[in-house]
């Protein structure tokens, strides 16, 4: 059975930081990363790493957030510094399985940032 459990959300100041991480478990995962949805919002993609360290980024969170993956553990984290208020969502973490490329999700971890 695949889980995937996150941590590391929690409540920030503007111009603060936070590290999400997210264990997966039950299978082996091609891509890793996260996705956030606003309040009112739809779900949009974050970031996302390979299982070759290739990654990609939202526009809005190039230069400020990091991912990073460790595959030994099957963890994902997600550095996230310089937070501004339009950061503030729920955000999920999601994997890629293989052989059969199915999608698993987080069960999501709320991130707060106050001006």
């Known amino acids: 059975q695949v889980q995937l459990v996150e941590s590391g959300g929690g409540l920030v100041q503007a111009g603060g930081s936070l590290r999400l991480s997210c264990a997966a478990s039950g299978s082996i995962f091609s891509i890793m990363g996260w996705y956030r949805q606003a309040p009112g919002k739809q779900r949009e993609l974050v970031a996302g790493i390979s299982s070759g360290g290739s990654t990609n980024y939202a526009d809005s969170v190039k230069g400020r957030f990091t991912i990073s993956r460790d595959n030994a553990k099957n963890t994902v984290y997600l550095q996230m510094n310089s937070l501004k208020p339009e950061d503030t969502g729920v955000y999920y973490c999601?994997?890629?399985?293989?052989?059969?490329?199915?999608?698993?999700w987080g069960q999501g971890t709320q991130v707060t940032v106050s001006s």
């Open positions: 999601y994997a890629l399985g293989v052989p059969v490329a199915r999608t698993y």
